[in-house]
């Protein structure tokens, strides 16, 4: 997958300043790969969601988030090599985050989360 690393589905309060979030999950075989978009998080307590999608499957980040100025984030969804697994990532590329999540969660449409992780 092209974004190693920690893996999750969360949705607590806590200050993310370097925060990597996905989940995998069973897939069917595919000719596309990975997409990665960048999306626009936006403070003000106000509950907001992205969505992007590679073939049949959805992944969706909602949140809610105070301090600081709207970031720049990246979601990648991808599948594994062999069209077994399914991830979708969210980060910062930048690293640090200056705002404060009150809430979020990750979800997938179109099959079951087997791992996550925070």
Not at 19 to 31: P, W
Not at 36 to 43: A, M, R, S
Not at 89 to 112: D, I, M
Request: glycine residues 8%.
């Amino acid at each position: 997958m092209a974004n190693p690393g920690p893996f999750c589905v969360h949705n607590t309060a806590f200050l993310l300043l370097c925060g990597i979030i996905a989940v995998f999950a069973a897939a069917e075989a595919s000719s596309e790969k990975t997409k990665t978009v960048e999306f626009n998080v936006k403070p003000g307590g106000v509950v907001h969601s992205f969505t992007e999608g590679l073939r049949d499957y959805e992944c969706t980040f909602t949140y809610a988030s105070q301090g600081g100025t709207n970031e720049q984030w990246l979601m990648s969804v991808g599948l594994s090599d062999d069209d077994t697994l399914l991830s979708c990532s969210v980060w910062r590329p930048q690293g640090k985050s200056y705002l404060f999540f009150t809430q979020f969660k990750a979800e997938l449409k179109g099959t079951r989360i087997e791992y996550a992780n925070a």
